[in-house]
């Protein structure tokens, strides 16, 4: 499992429905705060409260489109 999972995993457990994460609303976030990110570290106590901050930013259309993209990368042909 890969940092970024482990993120994930602990990050959904701890947050109601409307708080949960994706994969591409975590790649969304570090690149948009790449700042944040000296290295590969997806430390919980570090990054989870910057991401719910910027998470709770968004509005509804945003997180629709970021799920979009990450619908569309996968239904592409290779």
């Known amino acids: 499992m890969t ?4 993120f994930l ?3 959904n457990k701890l947050s109601p ?3 949960q ?16 990110f000296k290295d590969d570290n ?4 570090k990054l989870r409260r ?3 901050l910027w998470f709770t930013s968004l509005t509804a ?4 489109n970021i799920k979009k ?4 990368k996968l239904t592409q042909p290779k």
């Not at 940092?3 to 482990?6: A, E, G, S, Y």
């Not at 994460?21 to 944040?36: G, H, K, Q, V, Y």
């Not at 259309?61 to 629709?64: D, I, R, S």
Request: aromatic content about 8%.
């Open 69 to 72: 993209k990450k619908n569309e």
């Open 50 to 52: 910057p991401f719910i």
């Open 9 to 11: 995993l602990e990050h």
């Open 17 to 19: 429905l409307n708080l």
């Open 21 to 36: 994460a994706t994969t591409s609303l975590l790649s969304r976030f570090r690149i948009e705060r790449t700042s944040l």
């Open 61 to 64: 259309e945003e997180k629709e």
């Open 42 to 45: 997806w430390s919980i106590d």
């Open 3 to 6: 940092k970024k999972q482990q």
